[in-house]
């Protein structure tokens, strides 16, 4: 019987670790999609601004505000979801230093510091 209940715990932890690399996963591709829409936001701006420039008048200010305001939403919806990222990079360390665990994405590099080409064998000891 203890084998089958260290079977089951190990199971519940792998889907546990499996669901956290799912969400944080949701989380950067949320981020990702925020940045593309405050990068166009931005770039109407700029055209908004270029356009006005090159025909001599003034932008108006409603455009401006408008515009700013998107660029804005979009900055701290990006700000929140990073710190969501950092909650959960905190939680992850904190979950594997509790179980003795390396934390997930722990650098696995050689000791030499640098990372070896593709297909290259390590350096002899």
């Known amino acids: 019987m203890s084998l089958w209940s260290r079977l089951s715990s190990e199971l519940r932890t792998a889907?546990?670790?499996?669901?956290?690399?799912i969400d944080e996963g949701k989380v950067r591709l949320e981020?990702?999609?925020?940045?593309?829409?405050?990068?166009?936001?931005a770039q109407a701006l700029g055209y908004a601004?270029?356009?006005a420039r090159r025909e001599g008048r003034e932008l108006e200010a409603d455009v401006m505000e408008r515009l700013d305001a998107v660029v804005t939403?979009?900055?701290?919806?990006?700000?929140?979801?990073e710190a969501e990222l950092a909650a959960m990079a905190a939680a992850t360390t904190a979950a594997s230093?509790?179980?003795g665990?390396?934390?997930?994405?722990?650098s696995t590099s050689s000791a030499s510091g640098g990372s070896a080409a593709p297909g290259a064998t390590p350096p002899e000891a």
Do not use: I, N, T
Request: net charge positive.
């Open 73 to 81: 939403k979009h900055e701290e919806e990006m700000r929140k979801l």
């Open 49 to 51: 601004v270029h356009r």
């Open 101 to 106: 665990a390396p934390a997930a994405g722990a």
């Open 15 to 21: 889907g546990r670790a499996a669901q956290g690399a």
């Open 31 to 41: 981020l990702f999609r925020m940045g593309q829409l405050s990068d166009k936001a």
């Open 97 to 99: 230093a509790a179980s």
